[in-house]
C-alpha cells in the first residue's frame, strides 16, 4: 500500500505529464489524403516536407495549393493547429480555403503529429516555427 506523499508524488507526477506530454495523435501520411486532386474544377496539390526548429528538432509540414497559378503570389493560411492534435486538424478547413483561393501551409508542432520531440512547449518556442514558415512561403 502506497504512502499518502507516494500518490501525491505520483498524481503530481501524471498531471505535469498530462500538460507537457499529453497524447500524441499519431497518423500516417495516407491520413493527410491524395498528393494530387480536383476540387470545383481545379486541380491541387499537396507538397510534404520538413524543417528543422531551433532546437534542431524535425517539424513535419504540408502544403496545398493549385497545381497551376494564374497568380504568381496567392495568399497563404499557416495552420496552427491545437493541443493533442496535428495538422490532420486543418483537413476540414482545406475545401473553403482552397475554393478562395487561398493556399495552406499546416505543420505538427514539436512534440506533436509527425513532428520529432518528446514534449510539447506549451506555446514558448512556437514563435520560432512560426518565422521560419513565414520566410518559407
Same mark, same amino acid.
Given at each position: ?26 497518423? $500516417?501520411?495516407?491520413?493527410?489524403? *491524395? ?7 481545379? #486541380?491541387?496539390?499537396?507538397?510534404? +516536407? /520538413? ?34 492534435? $496535428?495538422?490532420?486538424?486543418?483537413? *476540414? ?7 478562395? #483561393?487561398?493556399?495552406?501551409?499546416? +505543420? /505538427? ?29
Amino acid at each position: 500500500q502506497p504512502s499518502y506523499y507516494q500518490m501525491a508524488k505520483q498524481g503530481y507526477q501524471e498531471l505535469v505529464n498530462a500538460i507537457i506530454r499529453p497524447p500524441r495523435c499519431e497518423y $500516417s501520411e495516407q491520413h493527410l489524403g *491524395p498528393s494530387h486532386f480536383n476540387f470545383c474544377g481545379k #486541380g491541387f496539390k499537396r507538397t510534404d +516536407f /520538413d524543417v528543422r526548429n531551433p532546437r534542431n528538432l524535425k517539424v513535419c509540414c504540408s502544403h496545398w495549393e493549385p497545381k497551376e497559378r494564374a497568380n504568381p503570389a496567392l495568399p497563404c493560411l499557416i495552420y496552427m493547429h491545437g493541443n493533442s492534435s $496535428s495538422r490532420l486538424e486543418c483537413l *476540414p478547413n482545406l475545401s473553403m480555403l482552397l475554393s478562395l #483561393g487561398i493556399t495552406v501551409l499546416a +505543420f /505538427d508542432f514539436a512534440g506533436s503529429g509527425c513532428s520529432e520531440g518528446a514534449y510539447v512547449s506549451l506555446g514558448t518556442k512556437y514563435i520560432h516555427v512560426s518565422y521560419i514558415l513565414i520566410f518559407l512561403v
